[in-house]
């Protein structure tokens, strides 16, 4: 048994056998006529939580608070932390003729150990249900109420934030150990410069910060989500204050969120069944979660071979400590801004936005907008979408360093500014000499061609960033016309085909600004839904937002034509690789474990931690595509729904999927008509220089049978 979880049971046990001898007030009311000593209680109307004197494990000190009538062990709030009464000393409970709660030390003159201070003369205190203690007075009026005063628990309808106009901060300060409730060196407050989010300090130095608020939760906790159902979130933002508030639902156990003694916050829910108290999320989760982790200009992630990296068009800033995993120091920009026109944004997806400390936040402007804004300021180095929802609105604008970013589950889009030599970065292995040389041939041509390309850049460079904001921001998904796909695949040209499956031929194509995309067409005829339910389909697909899966950018409806627009994945599928010796050879073990871990959390994603879940059911090689840092991303996913009437509700029986290709076998002479399970049979053993393959459609058409 661990140390603190025997302390917790001795504790319990203490407090249990105390609570046996001793009275309770059951009315939860304290008048000036009425006083509680050291073996009574005040018990709430409905008895869910009780306030009196506790002692605490083996400190012979005596405390004032409230705790669960359930669970002794749970103290959700103390008067007299820093000053306790001595195990000798007996005290009294009672509300002073001046109106105050006080704490009276009653073997020593009654010395007023604690005092509530309210300003007003109150003439009952109540312990409500909640676990709220209340003074009013007599016509009901608040003038103090425990809530205002954490001390390391919120509860349900307790406020963590700031009263901008009065400067009273609701915060927590964690125990100092599981048995000496004083103080300790943690600290969990609300930052209320830039967009507000909750931070966790020790010692004054910053340890953790939950991410801005982004109207559904805070940008780092994409697991918040996950217990809606038994409660709900409240972000006020106001002119008079900041603050975050949940509240149990009805009918939900007892939840509190508590600053423990190691400085993570923990959100525990009573289970009235086993008496126990289950943890349903802390923070800090991981190592990412310490703040600056990576530090400025890094980027962190949690399930990589090396936690630390830099953001694209960046590079440590010093390399042997970065070596040596030392990533504290952050990253530096690898080419300087130009500044007028030469900058161009790189989207760094699904991540926890960077602290927002030092940023300008402008909740009414639109997505399109703050990309315009931020683009003619110089100094502005990253802008995001404040709040995520309508497909993102709102107006986050970073000026410095962006510190502790992260890869995060369901995480935001962060648009960063680089100089567009990085936007548009590819690394070739051409030799130096060569490039000597064919810089000297092109040089003449260049001189000739750079003023004019100058002049068409300006006009080219003006529409686009019109183009690509508003598409970004107009409707639930953007749709893209024919004629743009069509420009950007030279018409669908089959040279730039690079892929086809049972749903349609896949082209790569370059939008004007660019930009390179996957462009699938669906092949007509298939689609057995009405126009609605397929651009219901596509909004649903498109809003399922993953680092491991392949992001649908739109769409586009023609007609019969039906396009669906992905973003390109310049290293292909995960079948090139591994079915390729060549190239299998190029793929490190490091690397093939990222790969497998990036293919589950994906696929995590889509079954169980997205708002829609869904199965794939064409999960192959071929549909694990593979991004210029080789992150592994799922593609394909919804399709298989596009192409069915059956709804959410009912039971398929059909199969559906694609047979797997069997990549090699001994010397086999496969015919047209050999049935394809024979021919499986006899293709047991595998030779490099032997291959065969075999193609079916879906729904067992047509078997295509070659020998290499
Ligand atoms: C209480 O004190 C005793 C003796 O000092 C010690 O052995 C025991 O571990 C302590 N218990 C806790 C929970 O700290
Ligand atoms: C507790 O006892 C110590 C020493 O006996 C004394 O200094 C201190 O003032 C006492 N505290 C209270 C609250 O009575
Ligand atoms: C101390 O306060 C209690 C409760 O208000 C009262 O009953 C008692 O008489 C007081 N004792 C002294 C010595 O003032
Ligand atoms: C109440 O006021 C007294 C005297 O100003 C002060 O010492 C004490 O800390 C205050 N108590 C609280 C709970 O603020
Ligand atoms: C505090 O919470 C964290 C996260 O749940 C946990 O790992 C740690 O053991 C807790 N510390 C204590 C003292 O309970
Ligand atoms: C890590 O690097 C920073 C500077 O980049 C340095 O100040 C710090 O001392 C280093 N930390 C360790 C543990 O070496
Ligand atoms: C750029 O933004 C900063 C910070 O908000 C502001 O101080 C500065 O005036 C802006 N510059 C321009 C040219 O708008």
Redesign the pocket.
């Known amino acids: 048994m661990r140390p603190s979880q025997s302390r917790h049971r001795l504790l319990l046990a203490f407090l249990s056998a105390l609570l046996l001898t001793s009275s309770a007030i059951a009315d939860g009311t304290l008048t000036q006529r009425t006083a509680i000593g050291r073996d009574q209680r005040l018990a709430s109307p409905g008895g869910v939580f009780q306030l009196g004197l506790f002692s605490v494990a083996n400190n012979t000190k005596w405390f004032l608070g409230i705790w669960l009538t359930a669970s002794p062990s749970a103290v959700v709030w103390l008067a007299n932390r820093d000053r306790p009464l001595n195990a000798s000393s007996s005290g009294v409970v009672a509300l002073s003729s001046r109106g105050d709660l006080v704490l009276l030390d009653a073997t020593n003159d009654n010395e007023t150990i604690w005092s509530s201070n309210s300003s007003w003369a109150a003439v009952v205190a109540r312990l409500h249900d909640d676990g709220n203690l209340v003074l009013a007075d007599a016509a009901g009026v608040v003038l103090w109420q425990s809530f205002d005063h954490p001390t390391n628990t919120f509860l349900s309808g307790s406020r963590a934030g700031q009263d901008l106009r009065t400067g009273a901060v609701w915060s927590a300060s964690s125990w100092r150990s599981a048995d000496d409730p004083s103080p300790g060196d943690f600290r969990y407050v609300m930052d209320t410069r830039g967009s507000p989010e909750l931070h966790v300090w020790r010692n004054g130095r910053k340890r953790y910060r939950t991410g801005p608020w982004n109207g559904l939760r805070f940008s780092g906790c994409p697991d918040m989500t996950t217990f809606e159902d038994l409660v709900e979130f409240r972000f006020t933002h106001t002119a008079d204050e900041v603050s975050f508030v949940y509240r149990d639902r009805v009918g939900s156990p007892v939840s509190r969120l508590v600053l423990n003694e190691s400085g993570a916050m923990q959100r525990m829910v009573w289970d009235r069944a086993a008496l126990v108290w289950r943890v349903f999320w802390s923070g800090p989760r991981d190592q990412c979660d310490v703040y600056g982790a990576c ?1 400025p200009f890094g980027v962190c992630n949690a399930v990589g071979a090396v936690m630390c990296g830099c953001i694209r068009g960046f590079i440590p ?2 390399p042997a ?1 970065w070596r ?1 995993r ?1 990533a ?2 952050g990253c530096a920009r690898s080419t300087v801004l130009q500044c007028s026109g030469g900058d161009g944004f790189y989207t760094l997806r699904g991540v926890k936005l960077p602290e927002t400390h030092g940023s300008s936040v402008d909740a009414g402007a639109s997505l399109a907008e703050c990309g315009r804004r931020c683009s003619s300021n110089c100094s502005c180095t990253a802008f995001a979408a404040s709040d995520v929802r309508g497909g993102g609105t709102g107006c986050i604008q970073w000026f410095g360093e962006l510190m502790d970013t992260r890869f995060v589950d369901d995480g935001q889009d962060l648009f960063i500014r680089l100089a567009m030599s990085d936007l548009h970065l590819e690394t070739t292995k051409t030799s130096k000499l060569v490039v000597i040389i064919a810089a000297v041939i092109t040089a003449f041509a260049l001189l000739l061609l750079s003023l004019g390309l100058v002049i068409w850049r300006k006009i080219r460079q003006r529409s686009k960033q019109v183009i690509k904001f508003d598409d970004m921001v107009r409707g639930e998904y953007p749709t893209y016309h024919l004629e743009t796909l069509r420009d950007a695949t030279d018409g669908f040209c089959p040279k730039n085909e690079i892929g086809r499956g049972g749903f349609g031929i896949v082209y790569k194509g370059q939008m004007v600004d660019g930009q390179e995309v996957a462009v699938k067409k669906l092949s007509a005829g298939n689609s057995v839904q009405g126009l609605k339910e397929f651009k219901n389909e596509v909004d649903l697909i498109a809003k399922l937002q993953h680092r491991n899966l392949v992001r649908l950018l739109g769409c586009c409806i023609h007609c019969s034509e039906r396009i669906l627009v992905y973003e390109y994945m310049s290293n292909k599928s995960l079948d090139t690789f591994i079915f390729d010796p060549r190239r299998r050879a190029d793929l490190s073990w490091r690397t093939r474990m990222d790969i497998i871990f990036g293919v589950a959390r994906g696929l995590l994603y889509l079954h169980q931690d997205s708002r829609h879940t869904m199965i794939h059911r064409d999960l192959k090689a071929a549909n694990v595509l593979l991004d210029r840092e080789m992150v592994a991303k799922i593609s394909d996913f919804g399709i298989a729904k596009l192409f069915s009437s059956i709804g959410d509700d009912q039971v398929t029986e059909r199969i559906v999927g694609t047979y797997m290709t069997p990549m090699c076998g001994a010397a086999v002479t496969c015919h047209q008509s050999t049935p394809w399970t024979e021919w499986f049979r006899s293709c047991k053993t595998c030779t490099a220089s032997v291959c065969c393959c075999w193609r079916s459609s879906v729904g067992g058409g047509t078997n295509e049978v070659s020998t290499s």
Request: hydrophobic share 10%; aromatic share 0%.
């Open positions: 530090g800033s010093s400590e040596m030392n504290s120091g």
